[in-house]
């Protein structure tokens, strides 16, 4: 009957039914017969709406079934939807065969050249990131990952903080509602709090950062910005001398920017240290001569410092009479700032490319 009536099984005779099953041989051959010259997807789509649309040929068969004898529409039913399968197949098969025999709808000249891939970044405050990473790490420093959605718990009564200070207040903490339990729930403000998280994984000694972005409700300048990265160190042992913390210090600025950099500490208080220091470095935007990242004064605080309080150890589980550390808390967007004289910290929450771009 044609090409494609290898596709089925010959449809099966009506039985009684001649006219129907005259149809349906005549309709299967004029099909498989149109098929054959049809050379375009058009014709093919055309010859699908002729048989199987809505007005169709094999439609209207299916259509009539209605009027036959019920003893006879059984077999009619089948003859027919089984021209209907043939049909659909024989369609498809064709249509395919003309889109693998087309080859690509737009020419391709192998000999254009292709097109270059731009490649990617880190961001620089990830960068440093890494870098202070590959400098604690040869200090023989774990690196600790906290949530940061933390609880008043951990960030507030575990760090020393009294009931009334007023960090626990929403204008400086983005407190969350509270789905359970009954401890407050906010974005972490600040990373010393996983050091008690991470202290409570095991015994002392401890030596180990905790790299991570920080939340506080405050106004946005070209200093301070809503939501920054911190990096935290700790060390706990039984003997920290406090020249041991002065060291890592400068080490580790020493490393971040390539060269010896001056430093300075104040006496500062912090509720989670006893003693507490303010640790300033010499601003690298202008060399210490003064600009308003530094407020003309040629220093820039870059981190807290100081001796974990005793009652952050006992939060812990660790026996402070024992054990005694050193902990800084590192103002990464800061340092950054520092590292390529920039001077507004906005600058790398712009998603600006023509600023990232510049760290490729």
Known sequence: MGRFDSIVPKVACIGKQNAV?????????????????????????????????????????????????????KSAGQAINQ????????????????????????????T??????????????????????????????????????????????????????????????????????????????????????????????????????????????????????????????????FTAGRLLIDTILETVFGRPVKTRMRAGFFPFVE???EIDMECQVCQGAGCSVCKHVGWIEVMPGGVPHPNVLRAAGVDPDEWTGFYVNVGLDRLVMMRYRIDDVRLFHGADLRFLNQFR
Not at 90 to 107: E, H, T
Not at 146 to 167: I, L
Not at 192 to 212: A, K
Request: charged share 20%.
């Open 21 to 73: 099953s005259d149809s349906v041989d005549s309709i299967q051959v004029a099909l498989s017969s149109a098929l054959g010259g049809a050379n375009s997807l058009d014709a093919v789509e055309q010859l699908r709406v002729d048989y199987l649309g809505k007005k169709g040929q094999i439609t209207g068969l299916l259509k009539a079934l209605g009027a036959m004898a019920p003893e006879a529409r």
């Open 83 to 110: 021209l209907k399968n043939w049909a659909q197949e024989a369609i498809d098969q064709r249509r395919d065969g003309l889109l693998d025999s087309a080859g690509p709808v737009i020419p391709v000249d192998m």
């Open 112 to 241: 254009m050249p292709g097109f270059a891939v731009s490649p990617g970044g880190l961001h620089p405050i990830t960068q440093m990131m890494y870098d202070l990473d590959d400098a604690f790490a040869a200090l023989n420093f774990e690196v600790y990952q906290g949530p940061e959605v933390s609880t008043e718990e951990y960030d507030f009564d575990y760090m020393n903080f009294p009931p009334e200070h007023p960090a626990r207040e929403s204008m400086d903490t983005y407190w969350i509602r509270n789905v359970a339990g009954n401890s407050r729930t906010c974005l972490r403000p600040h990373l010393t709090g996983g050091s008690v998280r991470r202290m409570m994984m095991g015994p002392p000694p401890y030596r180990f950062v905790y790299p991570g972005h920080v939340y506080r409700n405050e106004t946005t300048d070209s200093r301070h910005e809503r939501a920054f990265t911190q990096y935290e160190a700790l060390i706990v042992d039984r003997d920290v001398p």
């Open 275 to 277: 003693p507490g220091y």
